[in-house]
């Protein structure tokens, strides 16, 4: 962990119109990868519009890196089903950080990332000053399925003897 920049808390919120997958509903749960990181969040019960509420945290030593979410529906007796994909990169977020912001009002709107076949945003994203940290909220248009979107909240955390950015 020596080349550790710092910490990235992925708020997963919650996914809409996720598609159906069992008789009538699904199973959802996502898992976020990053390179060789893998973390999961809990299985939501019959709901194609769940809301996890979830903190799952990435250690952040290659920025460079995508981070890829992976949609499935749990399943009892077979492999779970996908339900979509998306991915996105950290670059912008990553250069707010970089501007070591301080002193300026909360709520503070740095930069904003729009949507673009290179990203998976459904909508104009927002990076913002909020309460003495960069946060970046976000709703990603999920792939290879007829439809669905995650909404997301993401967060840097700096940590104390890390290289830092």
């Known amino acids: 962990m020596e080349n ?3 910490l990235l808390r992925i708020h997963v919120i919650r996914g809409i119109n996720l598609a159906i997958r069992d008789v009538r509903s699904s199973d959802p749960y996502i898992i976020v990868r990053m390179g060789k990181q893998k973390l999961k969040t809990r299985v939501i019960k019959k709901n194609v519009n769940p809301e996890w509420n979830e903190d799952l945290t990435l250690s952040i030593a290659d920025p460079n890196i995508p981070i890829k979410l992976l949609v499935y529906d749990k399943d009892t007796f077979t492999l779970d089903d996908k339900m979509g994909d998306a991915e996105f990169d950290l670059g912008p977020f990553i250069e707010v950080i970089r501007m070591k912001l301080d002193n300026i009002p909360s709520g503070t709107v740095i930069t904003n990332v729009k949507p673009s076949r290179q990203n998976c945003l459904a909508e ?3 990076i913002v000053w909020q ?3 960069v946060k970046q909220h976000m709703f990603l248009r999920l792939r ?3 439809r669905g979107e995650v909404e997301l909240e ?3 955390i700096d940590v104390p003897g ?3 950015l």
């Open 154 to 156: 993401l967060e840097w």
């Open 124 to 126: 104009e994203s927002n």
């Open 162 to 164: 890390s290289r830092g």
């Open 4 to 6: 550790l920049l710092g």
């Open 131 to 133: 309460n003495g940290k």
């Open 144 to 146: 290879n399925v007829e």
